[in-house]
């Protein structure tokens, strides 16, 4: 059973538009990582937040741990062909190794 | 740099028979897990290793699943009478060391399908 559910499930979008993806859940997490899948690849970390309100930004893309620690939102700017992929959130929870992915967000982006 | 890899990369099987799916880790990484990620779905957790031993083998979906890690190195995921709903692709991760703030590196996984 998947606790944590990210909205779109499907997004596709032209090049240079921007668009937000979601990832809620009813429990509280320590942590909280997003990752981006490419087709028979595993996944790929790109952020991690920790604390509850923090933004994180790595280049066009913009990471927000909600205040309670139980949702995040990646927000992408102007994207690109090349952001095409399977995005993953992922809790992990106290001090717990295992990794609790959502349910993901497949995004394509066109020219 | 040598990542996670896993063998073989894809795997046809008849309902009922026994496979084996092989994860090498991250040399010098203590921690390795097993993930199953089903068609449009993410990644579920079924078992890590600290070491040798087991230390969380709660997302196991039945006694027809077992994992080893003999050498606290290379680990085998083993799969007994395999049934059309094992068909997904197998993950492996490694870490340096467990602990909720230790990033995973993710192997590109083994496809399973079971006919």
């Known amino acids: 059973t998947q606790l944590l559910e990210q909205s779109p499930q499907f997004l596709s979008i032209q090049e240079g538009e921007n668009l937000t993806v979601y990832c809620n859940s009813s429990?509280?997490?320590?942590?909280l990582q997003w990752y981006r899948q490419e087709p028979g690849e595993g996944p790929v970390l790109l952020v991690t937040v920790v604390t509850g309100g923090e933004v994180k930004k790595l280049k066009r893309l913009t990471f927000q741990f909600g205040d309670a620690r139980k949702d995040s939102s990646l927000h992408i700017t102007a994207a690109q062909t090349g952001d095409t992929g399977l995005y993953l959130c992922?809790?992990?929870?106290?001090?717990?190794?295992?990794?609790?992915f959502g349910t993901g967000t497949r995004l394509q982006v066109t020219l | 740099g040598a990542g996670v890899s896993q063998t073989p990369s894809n795997k046809v099987t008849e309902k009922g028979k026994y496979v084996e799916l092989r994860c090498d880790p991250i040399?010098?990484?203590?921690?390795l897990y097993w993930y199953r990620q089903s068609l449009g779905q993410g990644p579920e957790f079924l078992i890590y290793?600290?070491?040798?031993?087991?230390?969380?083998d709660s997302g196991l979906p039945n006694d027809r699943f077992f994992a080893v890690r003999p050498e606290g190195s290379v680990s085998t995921l083993k799969i007994q009478r395999t049934e059309r709903g094992d068909s997904a692709v197998y993950l492996c991760a490694s870490s340096l060391t467990s602990g909720a703030y230790n990033e995973q590196f993710f192997g590109p996984g083994t496809r399973l399908t079971v006919l």
């Open positions: 429990s509280v997490f320590s942590s």
């Open positions: 290793f600290q070491g040798t031993g087991a230390a969380d």
């Open positions: 040399s010098g990484h203590t921690a």
């Open positions: 992922a809790g992990v929870g106290g001090t717990a190794s295992k990794l609790t």
